[in-house]
């Protein structure tokens, strides 16, 4: 059996995704003669029909989906490695992107990656960090939307690798003079008497405080619905009800806002976040050289937090 060859793959995914021959050729600037000749080859190769022709165009058979899965993850492969081989001649360059959730951008991973930028060895590395939720993170990585993911260690990291990132700790949010903000820690279920400001309900705040709230026999409605901790606690501000932040963001938040900040005992209140990504191997240097600076700051600060 002959070799697998990288342009009939790509020309095969490209068939897959334009579900056209006409459309494929274009995209790829080719003959669409050529393509169907090329994909013929490659099913007398197989002994399998691999495209079926619809209504709605041309649709990979079962044999094709099978193979489609296979040679997208073969292309990624071989781009990573023409783009390795490319920075190790010019020295480590490249672009990495991180995802991460709203807190860890505000608790450290800014700072973070100000400092891996200041390095004179990562002068050419560019890092994009965009924000997203914990449950999409690692499905996001997976798909190769991102380099490096950071996200709550209670979703599913799927088959991705993973290291310790960022402690923190929810607290309860309230207005100076709320009956709860004189105490020193409250459980969550002490706070159902008052209304709160939730996040979305994709967030694994949201999810966690129904949760909790369904194991109590309770219905946890939140009287508004806000898009980030930090437009959550102005709520907080104006009277409008108490929140649930980590506590770390809510201190700063208080310096410059009139607002009381007591810690959750619950234990799902102290949060662990990880940082998955796909194997070293199959990282680029610029994204191993980040990775491995990262990694390197979650052990300085734990080691801060357990002396």
């Known amino acids: 059996m002959r070799d697998l060859d990288l342009t009939t793959l790509r020309l095969f995914v490209a068939v897959c995704e334009e579900r056209s ?8 600037a080719l003959a669409a003669s050529a393509i169907s000749k090329r994909l013929a080859t490659l099913e007398a190769q197989w002994n399998a029909p691999l495209l079926s022709r619809k209504r709605h165009g041309m649709v990979p058979t079962a044999a094709g989906e099978t193979l489609l899965h296979h040679a997208r993850a073969i292309l990624q492969i071989a781009q990573r490695a023409q783009r390795d081989m490319r920075e190790q001649s010019q020295g480590i360059r490249g672009q ?22 200041k390095a004179p060895a990562h002068a050419d590395i ?57 105490k020193n820690s409250v459980r969550f279920a002490e706070t159902m008497a008052w209304e709160h400001v939730g996040l979305p309900v994709t967030s694994m705040i949201y999810r966690i405080a129904t949760q909790e709230a369904a194991r109590q026999g309770k219905a946890w409605q939140p009287r508004v619905v806000m898009a980030n901790h930090e437009v959550a606690m102005r709520a907080v501000v104006a009277g409008l009800a108490i929140a649930l932040a980590p506590r770390e963001i809510a ?20 949060r662990q976040f990880i940082i998955c990504h796909h194997p070293l191997e199959l990282l680029n240097p610029a994204t191993r050289a980040l990775l491995t600076f990262l990694q390197a700051c979650a052990q300085a600060r734990d080691g801060l937090q357990t002396r």
């Open 21 to 28: 021959l006409t459309r494929a050729a274009d995209r790829c």
């Open 96 to 117: 990495v992107r991180v995802l991460a959730t709203a807190s860890n951008i505000a608790q450290g991973l800014v700072m973070d990656v100000a400092q891996f930028l």
């Open 251 to 270: 201190a700063e938040f208080a310096r410059a806002h009139p607002i009381a900040i007591v810690p959750l005992q619950d234990a799902w209140a102290k």
């Open 126 to 182: 560019r890092v994009d960090i965009e924000e997203a939720i914990s449950p999409d993170i690692p499905r996001r990585v997976l798909e190769g939307e991102s380099a490096l993911g950071i996200a709550w260690d209670q979703v599913d990291m799927h088959e991705l690798s993973t290291s310790p990132y960022i402690r923190d700790e929810l607290a309860v949010v309230t207005p100076p003079g709320h009956p709860l903000s004189e």
